[in-house]
């Protein structure tokens, strides 16, 4: 599988409880001090699972629609992810999320002018209720955005396939 795009991937109802949640003034964030570890800034992240870890329980169920429509044999990682927005959209660098072959997921839960920028140059831009699947192990990056006020906001799932 080179990327798939699914538009509209959740119903409304889950999607406003997601939103609800992560977009909450409550909702606990944590600074990272650099986006890909090459001195680009920072972003807030909220580790929800890491290596058989459950960190966020209460907010791994509100996301759990998410989880239950991926074909996942095994989790490896999913945090939720906010780059504040930029007065220019910055490009971080290209990443990989684990180098060992495994799928991965970036929902939007926003609709902006930032996007996701794969291995081969394709663009996939941060429509909200997106669902972006391609192979983690892939180069990739990440942008800011300019024309939300409250900045770009996804979650990130890292798995091994069914």
Request: negative net charge.
């Given at each position: ?104 997921a970036i929902f939007y839960l926003n609709s902006n002018d930032g996007f996701t ?46």
């Open positions: 599988m080179k990327y798939q795009v699914k538009d509209n991937f959740l119903d409304e109802k889950t999607l406003s409880s997601i939103k609800e949640t992560i977009f909450s003034t409550n909702f606990p964030w944590y600074v990272v001090e650099s986006i890909t570890g090459k001195d680009e800034g920072c972003y807030l992240v909220h580790l929800l699972f890491k290596d058989s870890q459950l960190y966020s329980p209460e907010i791994f169920n509100v996301i759990s629609p998410i989880v239950q429509k991926l074909d996942i044999f095994a989790l490896r990682r999913i945090k939720a992810n906010y780059y504040p927005v930029t007065s220019n959209i910055i490009e971080h660098s290209y990443h990989i999320d684990y180098k060992t072959p495994h799928a991965a920028v794969l291995d081969d140059g394709t663009r996939i831009e941060s429509v909200e209720n997106r669902l972006l699947l391609f192979e983690g192990h892939k180069e990739h990056k990440s942008t800011t955005c300019t024309n939300d006020p409250i900045g770009r906001f996804n979650i990130n799932f890292n798995y091994i396939n069914t």
